[in-house]
């Protein structure tokens, strides 16, 4: 299951090739961060969310499936995650993320195991 955490969902509004770079990232209960590196490429796609100071600093990883909205006239991400269930998430080592299949799995187990902000499974 955890493969198509990895995809943008069709109704996302994310358009392949588009720079996200910059853009807020807002979570189900209110803004995280911006990005700052995504990934478009099929079946591995994620964004790199610097979160500042919400948590001192942390760069989190968010597999694509968690998109529910692109905004670009208002350059917003929109998640359906809680800041809770972000700041909860494994911490993203990038060095360990490029190349690393296990890592990709513990990352991708995560987002695809828990239960979205409103209750209902994804």
Do not use: C
Request: no cysteine; net charge negative; aromatic share 10%.
């Amino acid at each position: 299951m955890t493969e198509n955490v990895w995809s943008y969902k069709s109704t996302s509004g994310h358009l392949a090739g588009a720079d996200l770079t910059g853009y807020k990232v807002e979570a189900a209960d209110g803004g995280i961060g911006k990005v700052d590196k995504h990934s478009d490429e099929v079946g591995d796609a994620y964004l790199v969310v610097d979160t500042g100071v919400w948590i001192f600093g942390k760069e989190v990883l968010l597999p694509a499936s968690t998109v529910t909205r692109v905004d670009p006239q208002e350059k917003k991400v929109y998640v359906d995650r809680t800041k809770e269930q972000i700041k909860s998430a494994p911490e993203f080592h990038r060095d360990r993320h490029l190349g690393n299949a296990g890592y990709h799995e513990e990352l991708g187990s995560y987002y695809a195991s828990g239960v979205p902000f409103g209750g209902r499974p994804f």
